[in-house]
């Protein structure tokens, strides 16, 4: 049966990132499982075109667990018919048949198209079987009652006999061929055994009327393995092997024309392989490797073996050349006519169920016979809990190791606080199958916010075939905190008043691009901003790492403005009266290194005064501090923050005659003597102490006006303080403004 998901990919996705947010109360790096509404529903695929179309399909969820001549057996199909998921199906097409065993009960096959239902889930032990003929499926099961032997399952001979294991009354044990004929059943003794050998058992499929059975011999407490080449026919035992181990199952016996072969195990080996030449009787050891499970088949004189973790291959027990047959091997089954069947994935074939046949010489042949809907997962997850978009260039990658290669990958990463989404396809890699993109920091062409990411990531299968796969995550992305950053994405916001008294926003981009300063998005703010003789950036005033902002209208009130992290702002609240004797505001550096950012003021008679930040929002600044007269020379005051690397925020001053002067802060709320930066700045309208703007560390000055507008970058050297870069904000709009904050 083939699935195909259902759904558009954006209701799908919308269900993964509600999944997400369901669990973000985990904390960040929290895996989420696929919610039901984003289960794919099954529906009936169309048919490939050419050869792939005219093969059954193997259920994804399907192990195979036995084969014949006619056909597969396959278990967890999720047939609904059948309670057990156990699934016949026909090599040559043609509906599948479900097969119930009893509850609780167990199932088997030994290379013929003949599948054993018994009454016990581990089959050692079975004693009521149901024998199904699977080339006539229709035909009615034989049943075996081998209780009243006293027997217990072996392996199955034919339509209507099996080999079991009868325990005599005094506890020793015999093989018995356990025929039924109609209504009777007969058992006859098979002979040449050791006589104290119990416990058999095989996993080798019966070729020629021949079964390789393996048994415990010796006495208690020192019991081995053995293992005896049995010719159903006659009854008799024709060729026996010593062997270290022995067990239900876990030998993984084998047989071909030329071969008898089983798995044993050892410290600091791991599982190998011991075969045996059966004209020569020389003995071959093949390593397998250190993982625990190995799919291992005999076809001839080849060992063909794989697991799931890696490739699968062909061995020449007589000497030469190991070839590679699959790139993964999931399980195999022996059949009777000396072929095997692996399940697994090979680069030209994909993923299904793989005949191979002994050759004259040569290679075995490789057939595919049949398709598998291997199921698509994914298996990691490579997301950081936390990255500082500061420390890594702006960039993070994002990564998912996939079960498989031909899928693409869809990614949405959602803003828990904001809403805001991003979304992309990720391809297949070139090679391998980890799935990774490196995102950029952005959505929508700005910087994103800082905060926690629910990430979203659904694998679809590149043929249609299968259900897709969900996985869920969590991670914080965050920036060092940008005093002038009024969206919370580290980036600078620069505000402007337009003549018409309404307020925008331009979110400058994290990152310069060649020296250049680009503009990620202008936002409308709001109207009536005309009341206020000036507005100026302060930093942040209440200690919750977002910009602020304060206003000063034509009455001489100062307000404040918190700012909310989304580019918005509080509702304004009253500071206080009688700032109106000031003709100059700034604000925005740390004057006193207490961590807070300060307010400095001139009055009409040149004075200075200091206001140090309190972080209380009902009364955000302490009682003013003369710092000293003779500020009246000045037309243009500018905080800037710590651009020399001294003990405290700086300042620029323009001077009447275009001169700009650098103000170093002493950490006091003073500053150091000035520092002649250089004329001509008398071109701009209005100097803005802009934040980081370029993400290097120190904070930057933007100059407005109707020559153009220039970003200033801070050098760290207070002699030379500001290196000049162009941008493209307000281009062209050098009289638009009457203020820029």
Do not use: C
């Not at 037309?635 to 620029?652: E, K, P, S």
């Amino acid at each position: 049966m083939q699935f195909r998901s259902t759904g558009t990919r954006s209701t799908r996705l919308a269900a993964a990132v509600t999944a997400v947010l369901a669990v973000t109360a985990l904390g960040a790096g929290t895996l989420a499982t696929a919610p039901t509404a984003f289960a794919a529903a099954p529906a009936q695929a169309p048919a490939q075109a050419g050869q792939a179309a005219e093969l059954p399909v193997v259920p994804a969820a399907a192990r195979v667990t036995g084969t014949g001549t006619t056909g597969f057996l396959t278990y967890g199909s999720g047939d609904e018919e059948a309670d057990s998921g156990l699934l016949w199906t026909p090599f040559a097409g043609g509906e599948p048949t479900p097969l119930q065993s009893p509850d609780g009960g167990g199932w088997a096959m030994s290379g013929s198209d003949v599948v054993v239902l018994g009454d016990t889930g581990f089959m050692a032990r079975a004693r009521s079987l149901t024998l199904r003929n699977m080339a006539a499926p229709t035909a009615p099961g034989v049943e075996i009652d081998l209780g009243a032997l006293n027997g217990n399952y072996v392996t199955v001979l034919s339509p209507t006999s099996v080999l079991a294991q009868v325990t005599k009354e005094d506890g020793t044990a015999e093989l018995h061929v356990v025929t039924k004929d109609g209504t009777a059943t007969s058992s006859r003794r098979i002979s040449g055994l050791p006589a104290d050998a119990d416990h058999f058992f095989t996993s080798a499929a019966v070729q020629d009327g021949f079964a390789l059975i393996g048994y415990e011999t010796g006495p208690a407490g020192a019991r081995t393995g053995g293992r005896a080449l049995i010719d159903t026919t006659a009854g008799t035992v024709s060729e026996t092997y010593a062997s270290a181990e022995s067990g239900y199952g876990t030998s993984a016996l084998m047989l071909s024309g030329s071969h008898v072969a089983w798995q044993e195990s050892e410290s600091g080996t791991g599982r190998y392989v011991v075969s045996v030449d059966r004209s020569t009787r020389q003995v071959k050891r093949t390593v397998l490797g250190a993982d625990d499970e190995y799919s291992t088949q005999l076809v001839g004189g080849w060992l063909v073996y794989g697991n799931a973790w890696r490739p699968g291959k062909a061995v020449p027990l007589a000497g030469g050349e190991t070839i590679d047959i699959a790139e993964k091997v999931t399980g195999s089954a022996g059949a009777g006519d000396g072929s095997a069947v692996i399940s697994g994935r090979r680069t030209a074939d994909g993923s299904g169920l793989f005949r191979i046949v002994a050759s004259e010489s040569g290679a075995p042949a490789v057939t595919k016979v049949a398709d598998m809907t291997e199921a698509l997962r994914i298996e990691q997850v490579h997301i950081p809990d936390s990255v500082n978009l500061d420390q890594t260039g702006g960039e993070v990658t994002l990564g998912w190791t996939l079960s498989r290669s031909d899928a693409s990958l869809d990614v949405s990463l959602h803003h828990i606080a904001s809403g805001k989404e991003f979304h992309t396809r990720v391809p297949a890699p070139a090679t391998g199958t980890r799935f990774s993109f490196t995102w950029d920091g952005r959505i929508d062409g700005v910087d994103a916010p800082n905060g926690r990411y629910a990430v979203s990531a659904e694998a679809t299968p590149l043929d249609g075939v299968g259900e897709p796969a969900f996985q869920g995550w969590l991670f914080t992305a965050r920036r060092t905190y940008n005093a002038h950053d009024y969206t919370n994405n580290g980036s600078t916001d620069v505000l402007a008043r337009d003549a018409s008294g309404v307020l925008w926003r331009d979110d400058l981009r994290d990152r310069s691009a060649d020296g250049h300063v680009e503009t990620a998005g202008r936002t409308r703010i709001g109207s009536g901003w005309n009341t206020y003789k000036q507005i100026e950036a302060v930093g942040d005033l209440d200690g919750d790492q977002v910009a602020d902002l304060i206003a000063l209208d034509g009455s001489g009130v100062l307000w404040h403005y918190l700012g909310k992290g989304d580019g918005t702002f509080s509702t304004r609240v009253k500071v206080g009266g009688g700032w109106g004797v000031y003709n100059k505001l700034t604000g925005g550096s740390d004057l006193d290194g207490d961590g807070r950012s300060d307010l400095l003021a001139t009055d009409a008679s040149g004075v200075l005064w200091f206001y140090k930040g309190t972080g209380d929002v009902a009364k955000p600044f302490a009682t003013r501090v003369k710092v000293g007269g003779g500020w009246g020379v000045y037309n243009q005051l500018t905080a800037v923050g710590d651009m020399a690397g001294t003990a405290a925020g700086d300042m620029v001053a323009r001077d009447t005659a275009g001169v700009l002067w650098l103000y170093q802060g002493d950490g006091r709320g003073n500053f150091t003597t000035r520092v002649r930066v250089g004329g001509g700045w008398g071109a701009f309208s209005q100097l803005v102490g802009a934040g980081d703007v370029d993400d290097d560390g120190r904070p930057d000055l933007i100059a407005y006006g109707t020559g153009g507008t220039y970003v200033y970058r801070s050098t760290g050297s207070a002699t030379s303080p500001f290196s000049r870069r162009t941008t493209d904000l307000y281009a062209g709009e050098g009289t638009r403004f009457t203020s820029v904050a």
